[in-house]
């Protein structure tokens, strides 16, 4: 005689919703150039869209795992160099990396402080490497924000537009100097990314030997 035994339905292995899988989703939306929605989101989870609520508050904890999400994708050296220029150099470097994947993103992280654990890794790594390199502690914070907001600020550029000035054709007499400079940039090969952290390794370089 034989028996057949009926499978009883539990839970799956792997849950299908988490925090990090939330925070991972949602910076998938903002790399793809969408606006963060909720329902979206769900949709993308193929799950209900409340049942987020059992793993967050709401829209704000959700950007936070997302900055989460793009701290695991930056591009961070275990170890820094020892040198002031290398520590500058290297911190813009590893924030760009990270922010140019997604500037949709950014204008939400200017709204609300730092607080997922990962982020704060990140900063902590970014502070030793800055304490090791000899700058003074009341100037590392404002050190690391400058770099942070450049980063943010030049990500956001290159999203928006692929050049900050446009002059009709026929009217660069006008505007001469403008004109010639706008030449002259188009001509060269010279990465706009890394003049920038040229000029704010040298920058804060100066700044810091000047009060320490």
Known sequence: MQTS?????????????????????ALAMFEAGEDLSLPKLAER???TQSSFYKHVSGRQ????????????????????PDTLDGV?????????????????LLPLLLTQ??????????YDHFVAAFEKAGVPAH???????????????????????????SIDEGRQESYPHLSMALDAVAASKTDRFT???????????AAIDDTA
Not at 71 to 79: D, I, L, M
């Open 139 to 165: 100037l590392i914070i404002p050190a690391i924000e400058a770099l942070d907001s450049a980063a943010i600020g030049a990500s956001l550029d290159a999203f928006a537009m692929e050049a900050a000035w």
């Open 45 to 47: 989870l193929e799950v």
């Open 5 to 25: 035994a009926k499978k009883k339905m539990g839970r799956p292995l792997t849950p299908r919703l988490s925090r990090k899988a939330i925070g991972r989703a």
């Open 113 to 122: 402080p730092v607080t997922h654990p990962a982020a704060l890794g990140l």
């Open 61 to 80: 904890e959700i950007i936070e795992l997302a900055r989460g999400a793009l701290v695991e994708r930056a591009r961070v050296p275990e170890q820094f």
């Open 195 to 205: 003049f920038l952290a040229d000029v704010l390794a040298a920058g804060l370089k």
């Open 88 to 104: 500058i150099r290297q911190t813009f470097e590893a924030l760009i990396s990270a922010y140019r994947l997604v500037p949709a």
